[in-house]
């Protein structure tokens, strides 16, 4: 046995909401071969398993009877490449961010606009991250995960994966694949994605008109730091619900009683909402209870002032869907994973 278990360990350090439950078992793998050994010790122990990247998408609301797998396996590699794309992978431990930025310096392209998502490479494929326009979907090839429910090693095609928006086959399952590397194929060249008008203003303001990839890398992390709370200042987890979709007729009936309303086409019938611009427009921007509270320059974000417990913040989120869908009857749907 080359695993370190450890019993009744404390998740207030591997969560970025920093709430203090406790895992009934935990177990930090750097090696994919200790995934096997794993499955095998919770089978004995009749412990369901639970994984663990960097705690960045979870809400948790009570002790975790499980099994707790936090996946620390690191490396990446380049796998081919051509003189137009560069087909590259990385474990599932890896810092996701650090990896974006590896595949810059080597001129690739694709992932730019999805820099300083904090997290783990194995998680990314989980609600298909997106960020200014592009989604882990655009750029992904594959990846390799163990099935805890046959104890066989399977690979994922695009199609396997079922992707849509923050939504992934892994995501709809959860617990049951363990990912362990993930592919990308990465241009060397081609367009990038501007669309959206902060990073584009802020090319404009820094008189920058045909930037580089790591221009645009760059770009976003400064907004980004600008504007989100950092989890290890103030404790959150990003946006806590997904921007909801709805009928155009919905939006247009919406609009009139709400001239500001922010609609972005989604297809021939159906418009994205701004969630945060609902949350703000009902007057829960800055919004505190206890240390369970509404950033306050992010309606978007729930924050954890210090020692609010998991079931304060669901509360609280519960509170504000209530309240949305009584003003404007959309139904806000939670984003992080709550457990
Ligand atoms: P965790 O929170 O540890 O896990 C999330 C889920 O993935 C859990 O169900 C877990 O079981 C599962 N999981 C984790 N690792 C694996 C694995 N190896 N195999 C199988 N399942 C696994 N998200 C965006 O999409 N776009 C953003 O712009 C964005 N910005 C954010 C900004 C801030 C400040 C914060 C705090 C969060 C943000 N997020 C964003 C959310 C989050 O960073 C991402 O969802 C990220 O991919 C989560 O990674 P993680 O390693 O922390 O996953
Ligand atoms: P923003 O630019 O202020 O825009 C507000 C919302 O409008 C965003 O949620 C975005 O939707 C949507 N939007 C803006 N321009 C759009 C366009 N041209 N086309 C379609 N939709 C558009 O958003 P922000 O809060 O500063 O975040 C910037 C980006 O980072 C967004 O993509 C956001 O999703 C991402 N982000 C995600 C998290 C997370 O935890 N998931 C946290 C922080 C930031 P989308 O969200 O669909 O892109």
């Known amino acids: 046995m080359t695993l370190k278990l450890l019993c009744q360990h404390s998740l207030r350090s591997y969560n970025s909401f920093a709430v203090d439950v406790r895992a009934q078992c935990f177990v930090q793998l750097s ?48 796998l081919e490449e051509t003189e137009s794309v560069l087909l590259v992978e990385a474990a599932a431990g890896e810092s996701w961010h650090e990896f974006v930025l590896w595949t810059l310096l080597l001129g690739g392209q694709g992932l730019e606009n999805l820099s300083l998502i904090p ?70 060249q081609g367009s990038l994605q501007l669309g959206y008008a902060a990073l584009r203003e802020r090319l404009e303001y820094l008189k920058i008109q045909q930037p580089t990839a790591l221009e645009v890398s760059q770009v976003i992390c400064s907004i980004r730091q600008e504007k989100l709370p950092d989890p290890k200042v103030l404790a959150n987890a990003g946006s806590f619900f997904k921007n909801p979709i709805v009928s155009k007729t919905k939006a247009a009936k919406l609009a009139q009683q709400y001239p500001g309303l922010i609609t972005y086409p989604v ?57 949305i869908w009584q003003r404007f009857e959309v139904l806000l749907e939670i984003e992080p994973v709550v457990f």
């Not at 975790?64 to 690191?74: D, G, N, Q, S």
């Not at 592009?134 to 995960?145: C, N, Y």
């Open 119 to 188: 997290g783990t490479v194995g998680a990314a494929p989980v609600q298909n991250i997106g960020a200014y326009g592009v989604e882990l979907k655009d750029t992904f090839l594959g990846l390799t995960a163990l099935d805890f429910y046959t104890g066989q090693w399977c690979d994922f095609s695009w199609a396997d994966c079922h992707f849509a928006y923050r939504e992934s086959v892994f995501k709809q399952q959860p617990n049951r694949w363990l990912i362990t590397r993930v592919r990308f194929v990465l241009k060397r």
């Open 267 to 323: 297809s021939r019938t159906e418009v994205k909402l701004a969630a945060g611009w609902l949350i703000e427009q009902a007057g829960w921007k800055g919004f505190r209870d206890g240390d369970a509270g509404v950033h306050r320059l992010q309606a978007l974000v729930l924050v954890n002032y210090g020692t609010a417990s998991g079931a304060a913040l669901l509360s609280l989120a519960t509170r504000i869907q209530q309240d």
């Open 31 to 78: 090696k994919d071969t200790q995934c096997l050994e794993v499955l095998k010790h919770a089978q004995q122990q009749n412990l369901p398993i639970w994984v663990l990247g960097g705690g960045t998408n979870l809400l948790l609301t009570q002790d975790v009877p499980a099994l707790v797998v936090h996946m620390a396996t690191r490396g990446w590699r380049v």
